[in-house]
């Protein structure tokens, strides 16, 4: 089944294709791909290693640009568009989420949290009190002042949350989110990605290889060689009885996005 | 990003690097502290020659006479004395005002003795030229305490410093005295004894015609120095007496027709006439050296001293700049995968260029701060040992040949930062064009 076509597509992708040297040899990374994802959907892209996820992921970012095909994001089509608006995209429509958090390392969690803001020239009082409530949010409004080697994993990884919606992306990029944290941990960053995505109607592309993180998706997109080779909609993506992020912090709904 | 925002990201990621910074910086520091301390001997020794020179008038034209290059000449004839005639003839060229003539007595005679109311000491002959107060060796600093000074019409008798009227002539019984007692001795009777090689001896008979503020070598070496200590007095001994001791010492009554004055200072009456008069006496075969030429010359020469010393220093700066290029590599390299997340998050090239570029900056910054201070301290230090080496010469005079000026420190400031923004711009462009891919990937 090919379901490549939805309703009130934020992202589309036409015949995307992503071509490495490696050595002598040419590796299709991506190969004709044509995929649609709407607005606010939670889609996990699933595959072995070396099977495109990442590549996709990547090129969705603007952290990289295809060999052939289009990548339009709202509007823009990342494929032809100039560095300028490719550093605008970086900046306000999406967030990055990593494997290993990608904190750096001589930076609070506050700092980090204000980085993407300090970039875009917002003030640092504005940043400053943006941050701190992004991180009172993922409930480290404790932990603002640690460095990251101070922190727990699961901390981490929700201090990059925060960061990566520093400016109010539409659409959260995570790249295996939960791949270095316990079950536990990984489990509570999955929640908080579902409360967002439920509750905010952020975009969410996650991609990863483990079956629990994609059942958290609406739809998983299965990759092989840098091909789809299946679409399937989660029957039953998990409905919480409360919204997450809710009950962590008992007063997101007040919060803007 | 904000300026702000980059000058605080790259402050920051100095601090945290705090001994790398530093020696990094040291490059730079001995560079600037080569290029101040040089460019201040410049500033210094200008500014002195030119407070010395500007005592002597800038209307003034020295003439002497010329000398064959060919150093077969064992007398050291002149080949265009500076004759009476010649004396004459400058005397009548337009817009001349006066014309002072002076005679060096031979080098071949070391000390005329001068013997005043039995009291006698020797003077050195070669001080006791500049039968006029000259301001180019005096600085200007010789006053009249008693007396007239000799000029164009006034050059008999021989004009004595105050100070070896006390510790040398033991002719006074304190030292300073009042006016009242140097006016006592105006008149009285002076014999100069010279000695010629041969042993004979002859005695020229003249009057004290003044007394100066002159200190010879001997009285600087002994400030307020009990009588007997000194020996030579400080004496200037008129042309017209100076004439009379070389007319005896080659025996030839006409020296003056033969070899001519020594030296003729030569008073113009307004600036913009002095090249043109200058030119004229030149035109009579004789050298005429105006101030202007002197400054000329004396700044080309520190010219040439200053270039040659700098490129010293610009030379150490170079070798500093490639420094920091290799520590801004360095830490690029380092921080490849920060570069790599912050181009995630959202960081244009500019950005990174701007970190990178004015963490550079600071680093050459830093080295022009210590550097500046560096060569002030050096300023004073090399001063200090100068002035006390003079001393201990017996030279009581302050040289401050050392000087920095405004100009000095904000150009070198200027100038290290701007040495490591050029150092920097190699490595701060590599990191603006890093792949954001790969530098994620780097470990």
Not at chain 2, 186 to 201: F, I, N, S, Y
Not at chain 2, 223 to 234: F, H, I, K, L, Q
Request: net charge neutral.
């Amino acid at each position: 089944m090919r379901e490549t076509n939805v309703d009130n597509p934020i992202i589309r992708l036409v015949n995307l294709t992503r071509r490495y040297k490696v050595g002598p040899n040419v590796v299709e990374a991506v190969a004709r791909i044509d995929l649609e994802i709407a607005t606010g959907e939670f889609v996990a892209l699933m595959g072995a290693s070396g099977s495109g996820k990442s590549t996709l992921l990547n090129l969705l970012g603007g952290l990289d640009t295809p060999t052939n095909g289009e990548v339009w994001v709202g509007d823009v089509n990342l494929a032809t568009a100039k560095r300028n608006v490719l550093d605008q995209h970086r900046q306000h429509t999406v967030g990055f989420v990593f494997q290993s958090f990608n904190l750096l390392p001589t930076r609070t969690a506050l700092e980090n949290v204000e980085m993407p803001m300090l970039l875009v020239g917002e003030r640092p009082a504005a940043r400053r009190t943006r941050a701190r409530e992004l991180l009172a949010q993922m409930g480290l409004a404790q932990r603002s002042d640690h460095l990251p080697n101070a922190l727990s994993g699961g901390e981490q990884q929700r201090v990059a949350i925060a960061r990566a919606l520093a400016n109010n992306p539409r659409i959260l990029l995570a790249d295996e989110p939960t791949g270095n944290l316990d079950s536990k941990n990984g489990a509570e960053v999955m929640r908080i990605l579902r409360a967002l995505n439920q509750e905010r109607g952020l975009t969410l592309i996650v991609v990863t290889h483990d079956p629990a993180v994609a059942a958290y998706a609406d739809r998983v997109v299965r990759l092989l060689d840098g091909n789809i080779v299946e679409i399937s909609a989660n029957p039953t993506p998990p409905t919480e009885a409360t919204p997450l992020l809710t009950s962590m912090t008992g007063k997101l709904q007040e919060v803007r996005v | 990003m904000r300026f702000p925002d980059m000058l605080g990201n790259s402050l920051a990621s100095l601090r945290r690097r705090k001994v790398r910074t530093i020696l990094t910086s040291i490059g730079v520091f001995v560079g600037i502290v080569t290029i101040v301390t040089m460019v201040s001997v410049g500033i210094g020794t200008e500014q002195q020659v030119t407070s010395t020179l500007s005592g002597l008038g800038f209307e003034t034209i020295t003439v002497n006479p010329s000398y064959s290059s060919d150093s077969s000449n064992p007398n050291n004839i002149p080949t265009h004395p500076l004759t009476p005639q010649l004396v004459t003839q400058i005397k009548q060229i337009p817009n001349v005002v006066s014309v002072v003539t002076d005679i060096n007595l031979p080098d071949a005679i070391p000390e005329v003795d001068i013997s005043i109311n039995g009291q006698s000491a020797p003077v050195s002959a070669f001080f006791s030229n500049g039968s006029s107060i000259n301001p180019l060796v005096s600085g200007g600093k010789i006053s009249m305490v008693a007396g007239s000074d000799f000029d164009a019409s006034h050059q008999d008798g021989v004009i004595i410093g105050a100070q070896s009227l006390y510790n040398s002539l033991h002719l006074i019984s304190s030292y300073p005295a009042d006016t009242s007692v140097y006016n006592q001795l105006l008149g009285a009777p002076v014999h100069l004894t010279v000695t010629d090689p041969r042993g004979e001896q002859q005695v020229f008979t003249t009057t004290i015609a003044g007394v100066d503020n002159n200190t010879n070598i001997d009285d600087a070496r002994a400030p307020g120095a009990r009588p007997n200590t000194v020996r030579n007095a400080s004496v200037r001994i008129g042309a017209n007496v100076k004439l009379a001791i070389v007319q005896w010492w080659y025996r030839q009554p006409d020296y003056l027709e033969k070899r001519g004055y020594s030296r003729a200072t030569v008073k113009v009456d307004t600036i913009p006439h002095v090249n043109a008069v200058a030119d004229q006496i030149k035109g009579y075969g004789l050298q005429a050296d105006t101030v202007p030429v002197l400054i000329d010359q004396i700044s080309r020469v520190f010219t040439i001293l200053q270039i040659m010393l700098t490129s010293v220093g610009l030379l150490a700066l170079l070798v500093a700049s490639i420094g920091i290029a290799n520590t801004m590599i360095m830490a690029i390299y380092e921080r490849t995968r920060e570069i790599g997340v912050l181009k995630a998050l959202g960081a244009t090239r500019r950005d990174i260029l701007g970190m990178f570029m004015l963490e550079a900056s600071f680093i050459g910054l830093l080295g022009g701060v210590l550097g500046v201070i560096g060569g002030w301290l050096l300023d004073l230090l090399l001063n200090w040992g100068l002035n006390a080496y003079l001393q201990s010469q017996g030279f009581y005079i302050n040289l401050q040949i050392f000087q920095v000026n405004a100009v000095l420190i904000g150009g070198a400031l200027i100038f290290a930062a701007f040495i490591g923004l050029l150092a920097g711009l190699y490595p701060a462009r590599r990191a603006a064009r890093l792949d954001p891919l790969a530098a994620l990937r780097h470990e």
